[in-house]
Nanobody
Framework: QVQLVESGGGLVQPGGSLRLSCTGS????????MDWFRQAPGKQRELVAT???????NFIDSVKGRFTISRDNAKNTVDLQMNSLKPEDTAVYYC????????WGQGTQVTVSS
């Protein structure tokens, strides 16, 4: 059974940092393109960052220069390092990939507030 489990969310002050991890079970993450999405209250879920199996990355404009996405193949994780966080980054963050179907994690809450 394929599962994606996010961790690392929490409450942080503006300008702070958080590192989210997506851990895969029943799936080898390194062979898949992996995404991080987020959904703020009252807003549509949006794609934040992508890393391909070849290591190419892509980000939405609002997080470029602040977020990085990376893999730890030994741990079977995909991580999202978020720096210089802003209140508008507040959302539930989801890990996602497409295998034989769409796979989503349960989400982890990120709250940026003073």
């Amino acid at each position: 059974q394929v599962q994606l489990v996010e961790s690392g969310g929490g409450l942080v002050q503006p300008g702070g940092s958080l590192r989210l991890s997506c851990t895969g079970s029943g799936i080898i993450l390194r062979v898949f393109t992996m995404d991080w999405f987020r959904q703020a209250p009252g807003k549509q879920r949006e794609l934040v960052a992508t890393i391909t199996s070849g290591g190419q990355t892509n980000f939405i404009d609002s997080v470029k220069g602040r977020f990085t996405i990376s893999r730890d193949n030994a741990k079977n994780t995909v991580d999202l390092q978020m720096n210089s966080l802003k209140p508008e980054d507040t959302a539930v963050y989801y890990c996602h990939t497409i295998g034989d179907r769409n796979y989503w994690g349960q989400g982890t809450q990120v709250t940026v507030s003073s």
